[in-house]
């Protein structure tokens, strides 16, 4: 299955930044059931967030390393890179980058793997940077998503 766009789940965690500004879900089919802990270490494991984490070690003075992923995954650690996390369940993980608008959402059930974000805004009017990075954002959460996917289906 690909990576398709879908409306948030209600019972996400991310559902709570519904109607706060931009709020968007992706999911796909691992083919596979796995638990929480290895879907988070294949997303930000993955090829394609091990650039992200070197843009901002570099950029925010954010570093992280392998270790951090698997402890965040085991579910040790409460940040990486420039996320906390904010609330984790059996198969969710909801994370925040402080001072920012921006909310970070990994799920899984069963076979179906869900990644999405919010963008949070009071006013419901998000800045206009925002608002022109979120064709950018869609096309590099379906690549983010297809990356973890691909690494859990090895």
Sequence with gaps: MAVRKIPVPK???????IGRGHVDAFETDIGKEAPLQDCIGAFF???????ERRILAVAMKAPSSSADVASLAR???????????IDRTENQLLMRVPDTPVRTWLAVSGTRLWFGSALVSETD????????SLPFHALYS????AAAMRKLQR
């Design 45 to 51: 494991g993955s090829w394609v967030f091990r650039i």
């Design 125 to 132: 009017r998000l800045p206009v940077t925002y608002r022109a």
């Design 75 to 85: 579910g040790e650690a409460k940040t990486i890179a420039v996320w906390h996390v």
């Design 11 to 17: 019972d996400a965690l991310l559902s709570r930044y």
């Design 142 to 145: 379906r690549l983010l998503l």
